[in-house]
C-alpha cells in the first residue's frame, strides 16, 4: 500500500475561488446594473475599462514575474468590478484602469497572489486615487443627467429616506441603491459565501455611533459606501478574522473608525479607510482570538481529557 504525505489541510471543502467569485459577481450585478440605469453609458465603460484592466494586469504581472496566470479564477474581475462600483460615473477612464492596476499588481500580485495580500485591493484602491486624485474622485452627479451634483447625501445633500433606500441619489456607481446592495448581500448569505458577523456588526456599529452622534442613521448607512463596504468589502476572507468573534470585532472597528472619519474627519466618506486600517489589525485579532483545534470541542464532549 503506497503511503501518501502531504501538507494540510487535509479537508477541502467543495467551494473553488472561481465558483465563490461568480457568486460575488452575481450578487453584484444587480447594483451594477442599475448603476448604469442611472448614471448612463458612461458608468458602464467606467465599469469594462476598470475589470479590464485589472484581468490585463494580472496576466501581465503574472507572466513576467513567471508566476502561474490566475487571472481566469475570476477573482481580478471582481476586484475590478467592486472598485469601479466605488468610482464617480464619470471619472477618467484612465483613473479607473490605473487604479485597478495598482489593486492588482502592488496589493494583490506583489504580496504573492490571492490569498496572501494585507490589504483589501479595492479598498486600497480607492484610498490610492483619493490621495492621487481627489478632485475626480470627489465629482458627483445628478442621475439621469450630466450635471454636477451640489451635494452628495453625506455632505448636505437633501435626499428624503425613500431616495436614498432606492438610489435616486449622487454618489458613486454602486453606493446609490441600498435595496439592490441588500439583494447582492442576501443573495451571499444564502450562498454561505458570507456570513451576518462583519455587515451586522459594522451596520449597527455605524448606527449606535450616529445616534449617540445626534446624526441621522439611516441616511449613514444608506448613503456612502457603508453598505457596499460592509458587505462586498470589509467580508474578503483573505484579509478579514477567521474566528466568527474576531469578525464581530473587525466589523465593530469598521464601523467606528468610519463614523470617527465621517464626524472630524476632513472627508464625508471614511469606509475605504476604515477596511484597510482594520485589515492591518487582522494578524493581531485572529493571534489573540485563536482558532479552536479541529476536533477539540468534539473530543472535550466526550470527555476526552487529553483533548
Known amino acids: 500500500m503506497e503511503l501518501v504525505t502531504a501538507i494540510s489541510p487535509h479537508i ?3 467551494e473553488s475561488t472561481r465558483r465563490i467569485m461568480f457568486d460575488l459577481i452575481v450578487a453584484l450585478s444587480p447594483v451594477t446594473l442599475f448603476g448604469v440605469s442611472i448614471f448612463g453609458f458612461r458608468a458602464l465603460l467606467v465599469v469594462a475599462v476598470s475589470v ?3 484581468v490585463l494586469s494580472e496576466a501581465l504581472a503574472c507572466y ?4 502561474p496566470v490566475t487571472a481566469w479564477d475570476l477573482s481580478a474581475a471582481v476586484t475590478g468590478l467592486i472598485l469601479a462600483l466605488n468610482l464617480p460615473p464619470r471619472i477618467p477612464l484612465y483613473m479607473a484602469a490605473v487604479g485597478s492596476a495598482f489593486a492588482v499588481i502592488v496589493i494583490k500580485v506583489l504580496f504573492g497572489g490571492i490569498g496572501k495580500n494585507l ?3 479595492a479598498a486600497a484602491a480607492r484610498v490610492f486615487l483619493l490621495l492621487s486624485f481627489g478632485a475626480a474622485m470627489s465629482t458627483y452627479y445628478e442621475p439621469f443627467t450630466d450635471l454636477v451634483a451640489a451635494a452628495t447625501p453625506l455632505s448636505g445633500g437633501n435626499y428624503i429616506f425613500k431616495e436614498l433606500f432606492f438610489g435616486v441619489c449622487s454618489g458613486t456607481i454602486g453606493e446609490t441603491s441600498a435595496v439592490m446592495l441588500l439583494f447582492g448581500g442576501a443573495y451571499l448569505l444564502l450562498r454561505r459565501v458570507i456570513t451576518l458577523h462583519i455587515p451586522l456588526s459594522f451596520i449597527l456599529t455605524v448606527t ?3 445616534l449617540i ?3 441621522a442613521p439611516l441616511t449613514e448607512v444608506c448613503s456612502g459606501g457603508i453598505l457596499l463596504g460592509a458587505i462586498f468589502m470589509a467580508t474578503d476572507y483573505t484579509t478579514s478574522p477567521v474566528t466568527p468573534f474576531g ?3 473587525f466589523g465593530i472597528g469598521c464601523g467606528l473608525l468610519t463614523m470617527l472619519f465621517r464626524i472630524f474627519g476632513g472627508m464625508p466618506e471614511g469606509v475605504s479607510f476604515s477596511i484597510i486600517l482594520m485589515n492591518l489589525a487582522v494578524p493581531l485579532i485572529d493571534r489573540y482570538l485563536p482558532t479552536i483545534p479541529f476536533g477539540t470541542m468534539l473530543a472535550v464532549r466526550r470527555g476526552d481529557e487529553n483533548a
Open 119 to 121: 490589504l483589501n485591493p
Open 213 to 215: 452622534a445626534g446624526r
Open 64 to 67: 513576467l514575474l513567471k508566476k
Open 208 to 210: 449606535l455611533i450616529s
Open 247 to 249: 469578525q464581530l470585532v
Open 12 to 14: 477541502k471543502a467543495a
Open 52 to 54: 479590464a484592466a485589472a
